[in-house]
């Protein structure tokens, strides 16, 4: 049924091995992933985040990461969507900030710290009072924390999605869109939301240099966010001739393994 309404409907399909196999193993990573938590499978990398000015390291990436038992280190992309569709993704987010911020408190140098939430918390208008009681409950700084939206998810209805953007920012947190590019509404999300940042996805480094089309985007882009007080971050920067265009054009922040890889732990 599932399938028949992605696919428009109107239509039949009928089920097979391999769909069946599909089905019991998504119910399987769900069923694992609600105990993930409770058994301290999950944990976060440390992606450093480098100023083109000064090539120095203002801001660490939190980077969830899930052991799971007999299957190893499940990929980011596969659990996070599981954990959307099966109503866990609240729960996770709210780990995920909680341990990131406690961590920063910790640190020798007051750096930003970054943390991907899902986009599900603005239609709920829950966002901006789970960050404020986090803040609280570790003492962080508001003005150290970044939180990430990624732009490949739906933000909901537009005027509460601003809403609950426009508390985080009153609390003195940064707001960046992440994966700025990838999703289908960028212009009108830059538009209508009150951010501090575009993070532009990694598939604009993957052509960079090589398409001309590319690099007049991401050129007059970066432009554009200047003109309206909004810095830019170039993920997966991998080469310096990449690295060369971003500076050229004035991009603030960049991260990549060109710069650094993330890690278990950061003093």
Not at 211 to 236: H, P
Request: proline fraction near 4%.
């Amino acid at each position: 049924m599932a399938e028949v309404r992605q696919h428009g409907g109107a239509h039949e399909r009928r089920a097979s091995l391999t769909s069946i196999a599909a089905l019991v193993g998504t119910s399987g990573l769900e069923r694992d992933l609600m105990q993930a938590i409770d058994r301290n499978e999950l944990s976060l990398n440390w992606m450093p985040i480098i100023a083109s000015g000064t090539q120095t390291v203002v801001a660490l990436e939190a980077l969830l990461r899930w052991e799971r038992p007999g299957s190893g280190q499940v990929p980011p992309d596969m659990f996070i969507q599981c954990a959307e569709n099966g109503g866990l993704i609240e729960k996770i987010d709210q780990w995920s900030l909680e341990t990131a911020c406690r961590t920063a408190v910790e640190w020798s140098h007051p750096l930003r710290v970054c943390v991907n939430i899902s986009p599900t918390w603005l239609a709920k208008r829950h966002l901006s009072g789970m960050v404020e009681a986090i803040l609280q409950q570790t003492g962080l700084a508001p003005e150290r924390l970044q939180i990430e939206l990624s732009e490949k998810r739906p933000f909901g209805p537009r005027d509460i999605a601003y809403q609950e953007l426009s508390r985080l920012r009153a609390l003195g947190v940064h707001v960046a869109l992440d994966d700025f590019g990838a999703g289908y509404s960028s212009l009108e999300r830059l538009a209508n939301f009150p951010v501090d940042q575009i993070k532009f996805d990694r598939s604009f480094m993957q052509r960079l240099n090589d398409d001309r089309r590319v690099n007049e985007v991401m050129g007059q882009t970066i432009q554009m966010a200047r003109r309206l007080g909004i810095s830019c971050c170039a993920k997966g920067v991998e080469t310096e001739r990449q690295m060369a265009f971003l500076d050229s054009y004035g991009c603030e922040e960049v991260q990549g393994y060109l710069l650094g890889v993330p890690t278990e732990d950061y003093l």
